[in-house]
């Protein structure tokens, strides 16, 4: 690094130094914007992407487009650093303030976002260390996005004089309503040496002294015991579990960090009616911690990219929306989804079938959702993205996609305040446990490998977790999603628990005590095996849990083969009477055995149990099922706790989700994945159907044509 380059980052280290003081101490004031009055549909707008020959006059065409449309919010700003700051300390407003104000004179409202996901090339060339340095694979050079260290200090400076810049410039524009914090955003595999500093630091302040350490962690085997800070070995090559799973840790508070830094900068500047939110790509993560994020936002917001055609359900969007609602507690926002195409490539070009996108709101906004925005308006022509396909075509002309799209704002324009803030009451949970997901990893117990051999994982926490949500969704039972840090878990019936692997003893007393005063759990293999660090329990298993499950075990085996169950217990049918990967020698105490293996050694244990402790019961899998054998164990502890009904006897292809508008009224939404006509019986109070205002009797037949939907709002 040159003399002058090297002062330049001194001096940017300094002002990152004293203008994150600043940020430390200002106490910005809460959000507090007066409540929607609709629910917002759109997409993600770049007219920067429109090719040069098409710029400036194209702009005025996709507003009146929009306008034709009831489009009513766009998503913009938070791809194109280098557009903001072409050069090192200019920056450039105009090519998005005429974007913002031709949407604030159209009366479309703008969500801005913070442009931090993907640096310039004129950082990478003055400070190439800000790349993120992988655990794992190559250093990557520039080119891909999210290839920077989020907590590299030269990053951070210009980071955060970016971020003020722009809420500063746009406080004041009404048009903005809220702020998107970075991306989708993730620990990026980071190893570089500062990330090694401060996860030293970070243990010095959790354990102490090096002696704690290493009896946490049993660092005597294999003689590995850190007799000073100095010595901690890097990440690379360790096989400590304990040290594996506080690495996982590490990685997720370094994102809360970077976000909550990110949050609290847009917070000094921002007016209190613009939000603050965080788009987190769907599912679950082994590098966030979501739940601690949250605390963060203002408003959760999430991408739920889900199948089309003949593999659109409806689960991938209901498993995400469970789960980020239940962050907060609160309804969310759906930041991307599918229009009509995506992937990197040409090789996935599955567009939906008539219906699809219009059910698909619908599927959103049932689970509490209060907008939903496509990526993106128009398909892009050229770069890495080319075929993750817009609302228009490369052709930028009104087609198929956009008249759906037409057709729901439409029809969201006149029923959308009945939609609106949507409160969800749901009495099952499932526990969702990162460190035992990141664990389980380090040591997974199903391999897709030959005979006696390993190889990678056929089976594991998420495919678990999946499995619990669905045969959930496929039962149409709401759920919502509970974690580890929460206080207790008495406003449920039912409490899942998959392979709840790492746990300290006081949340396996509180799920005892769960139980024990009434609650219903149904639990899975390897919970309560492991401590807080990964260290096997030295008591017998289930450890904490002995007295609630009503059993212990000594020895498992992994099962080479699939076993069927002694009798078929569940009636899951020949085919699906199967369990596999993992097998818990359970010796019951004072559980009654559900089922057995049918095998001539496997044979002398249970697979499943069930145990009444105090007034509640615990109902304990001991292998992996098959999807319809889980759904059938699912429905039996369902059945137990008294919520089973006429949602249960619905055609398989429609779903049903329930809740409670800003009216006041009940509303129920029944929903047809499928390409067939669906008939069934309504069974709750009279009310209207939203979307055609045709009367609904109770006890009356409904039919649901292909991809479509009723919302029946009780009177």
């Not at 992988?134 to 290839?147: D, E, F, W």
């Not at 499943?608 to 007034?615: V, W």
């Amino acid at each position: 690094m040159s003399d002058t380059r090297c002062i330049k980052r001194i001096l940017t280290i300094a002002t990152l130094l004293s203008t994150t003081v600043i940020a430390q101490t200002t106490k910005p004031q809460p959000y507090s914007a007066a409540p929607w009055e609709n629910v917002l549909y759109g997409a993600a707008y770049y007219n920067e992407y429109m090719p040069a020959e098409l710029q400036p006059g194209r702009l005025d065409k996709d507003i009146t487009l929009m306008k034709q449309a009831d489009i009513s919010v766009v998503r913009m700003g938070e791809s194109t650093w280098s557009l903001w700051e072409p050069e090192d300390g200019r920056f450039e407003y105009a090519w998005m303030d005429r974007v913002v104000d031709a949407m604030g004179k159209a009366g479309i409202k703008v969500i801005l976002g913070t442009p931090t996901y993907s640096i310039p090339t004129w950082m990478y060339h003055e400070h190439p260390e800000v790349l993120v340095d992988p655990l794992t694979g190559p250093k990557p050079s520039y080119g891909m996005r999210q290839n920077m260290d989020i907590t590299n200090p030269t990053f951070r400076f210009y980071a955060q004089r970016l971020i003020r810049n722009l809420v500063e410039h746009y406080r004041n524009n009404p048009n903005v309503i809220g702020w998107q914090i970075d991306n989708e955003t993730g620990a990026y595999n980071a190893n570089n040496p500062e990330v090694f500093t401060g996860f030293v630091d970070h243990l010095k302040q959790k354990f102490g002294t090096t002696d704690n350490l290493n009896k946490a962690w049993f660092l005597n085997y294999w003689g590995e015991d850190v007799n000073d800070w100095e010595n901690m070995p890097p990440r690379q090559n360790a096989t400590s579990t304990g040290y594996k799973l506080e690495w996982s840790r590490w990685q997720q508070m370094r994102v809360n960090d970077y976000l909550s830094w990110q949050a609290t900068i847009v917070r000094e500047y921002r007016r209190p009616d613009q939000f603050v939110t965080q788009d987190f790509s769907d599912a679950v993560h082994r590098d966030v911690n979501e739940f601690e994020v949250a605390k963060a936002l203002d408003i959760v917001s999430v991408n739920p990219y889900h199948g089309t055609q003949d593999h659109m359900d409806g689960q991938i969007q209901a498993e995400a929306g469970d789960y980020y609602r239940s962050l907060k507690h609160a309804n969310y926002l759906v930041t991307e989804t599918n229009a009509q195409t995506t992937y990197w490539a040409s090789t996935f070009q599955y567009p939906p079938y008539d219906g699809q996108l219009r059910l698909d709101v619908y599927t959103h906004l049932s689970s509490g959702a209060n907008m939903v925005e496509y990526w993106h308006w128009h398909s892009i022509h050229s770069g890495q993205e080319t075929y993750w396909k817009g609302i228009l075509s490369h052709d930028l002309e009104p087609n198929r996609p956009y008249a759906e799209v037409s057709c729901t704002a439409h029809e969201l324009q006149k029923i959308g305040p009945h939609l609106i803030d949507l409160k969800i009451t749901n009495q099952v949970a499932i526990l969702h446990s990162v460190d035992s997901l990141n664990a389980i990893d380090f040591m997974p117990f199903a391999s897709t490998g030959p005979r006696w051999a390993f190889g990678p994982a056929a089976a594991d926490y998420s495919s678990l977790l999946n499995q619990l949500h669905t045969a959930l969704y496929n039962l149409n039972v709401g759920t919502d999603f509970v974690f580890p840090e929460d206080p207790d878990f008495s406003k449920y019936k039912v409490l899942i628990v998959p392979m709840l692997y790492i746990a300290d003893d006081a949340l396996l007393q509180k799920i005892s005590d769960y139980v024990k005063n009434g609650g219903h759990v149904l639990m899975t293999f390897k919970s309560g095996f492991a401590n807080e660090n990964s260290a096997v329990r030295w008591v017998r298993a289930p450890g904490p849990l002995r007295e609630a499950a009503g059993f212990s075990y000594q020895e498992f085996s992994n099962l080479e083969k699939p076993l069927a169950l002694k009798d078929d217990p569940f009636h899951a049918g020949a085919e699906e009477n199967k369990v596999s990967y993992w097998a818990e020698f359970l010796t019951p105490e004072h559980a009654k055995a559900l089922a057995y293996y049918d095998h001539p050694f496997f044979g002398k244990w249970p697979a499943i149990t069930e145990n009444n402790y105090g007034t509640g019961t615990l109902t304990y899998e001991g292998t992996y099922l098959t999807d319809a054998l889980q759904k059938a164990v699912v429905e039996q502890v369902l059945q137990e706790a008294n919520l089973t009904g006429p949602d249960q006897q619905l055609p398989a292809p429609v779903h049903v989700k329930h809740g409670v508008n800003r009216m006041g009224k009940q509303l129920h939404y029944y929903l047809n994945y499928s390409s067939d006509p669906q008939t069934f019986t309504y069974p709750y109070k009279e009310g209207t159907d939203l979307l055609t205002n045709n009367a609904i009797a109770s006890s009356s037949k409904i039919t649901l044509q292909p991809w479509d939907v009723a919302i029946i709002e009780e009177k």
